[in-house]
């Protein structure tokens, strides 16, 4: 499985951005797909999951710091898991992965990160 993260950027405190992962292969075998980031100085942490496909089992979820601002959303036709960001903090900089797993918390495939900046 290959994974492709897209749609970071530069954007202003209290703005917006929606990052993308196309995923391509074996995606059938796939149980879940999250997002993670890694900060500048700090250890990766974990952002949301959603299950894949219609058997992906157990339910979307969040990180304290998510709830309420981001929204974790596929789409099986496209193979394309995205995370809509809104209300973004300055503190929300980081280099954000998505990751998929083929058993419940087993991220083994993992994407090459996209930088989101978020300015005071």
């Known amino acids: 499985v290959q994974l492709q993260a897209s749609g970071g950027g530069l954007v202003q405190a209290g703005g917006s951005l929606r990052l993308s992962c196309a995923a391509s292969?074996?995606?059938?075998?796939?149980?879940?797909m999250a997002w993670f980031r890694q900060a500048p100085g700090k250890e990766r942490e974990f952002v949301a999951r959603?299950?894949?496909?219609?058997?992906?089992?157990?339910?979307?979820e969040y990180a304290q710091s998510a709830k309420g601002r981001f929204a974790i959303s596929g789409d099986n036709a496209k193979n394309t898991m995205y995370l809509q960001m809104n209300s973004l903090e300055p503190q929300d900089t980081a280099i954000y992965y998505c990751?998929?797993?083929?058993?419940?918390?087993?991220?083994?495939?993992w994407g090459q990160g996209t930088l989101v900046t978020v300015s005071s």
């Open positions: 959603i299950p894949w496909k219609s058997w992906g089992g157990g339910t979307t």
């Open positions: 990751a998929a797993a083929r058993t419940r918390g087993n991220y083994v495939y």
């Open positions: 292969g074996r995606t059938l075998a796939l149980y879940a």
